[in-house]
Nanobody, 118 residues
């Protein structure tokens, strides 16, 4: 079992910055991919960024150049530095741990609200 606890959400003005943190506990495997998803009202949950244990990262196009994902493998933590925030970044952000084949399972945090005012 894996537990994920997020922190760092809040209210910020457009152009501002926030840093999200996610602490994972339980059995973490080296093949696990950690990442962040977000869900805005009335929209589907979407991948924001993900990172492997080796540090290989991927981003959705809308956040490239503004968001940076990082990971501390010793502390089993993942972070999302969000700069130049826009109102359209407003959403609930969820920490995710994806365990690939043969398990193929996703763990989720409880979510943290990010609100960007114009």
């Amino acid at each position: 079992q894996v537990q994920l606890v997020e922190s760092g959400g809040g209210l910020v003005q457009a152009g501002g910055s926030l840093r999200l943190s996610c602490a994972a506990s339980g059995s973490i495997f080296s093949i696990d991919v950690m990442g962040w998803y977000r869900q805005a009202p009335g929209k589907q949950r979407e991948l924001v960024a993900a990172i492997t244990t080796g540090g290989s990262a991927t981003y959705t196009d809308s956040v490239k150049g503004r968001f940076t994902i990082s990971r501390d493998n010793f502390k089993n933590a993942v972070f999302l530095q969000m700069n130049s925030l826009k109102p359209e970044d407003t959403a609930v952000y969820y920490c995710n741990l994806h365990r690939p084949e043969p398990w193929r399972y996703d763990y989720w945090g409880q979510g943290t609200q990010v609100t960007v005012s114009s």
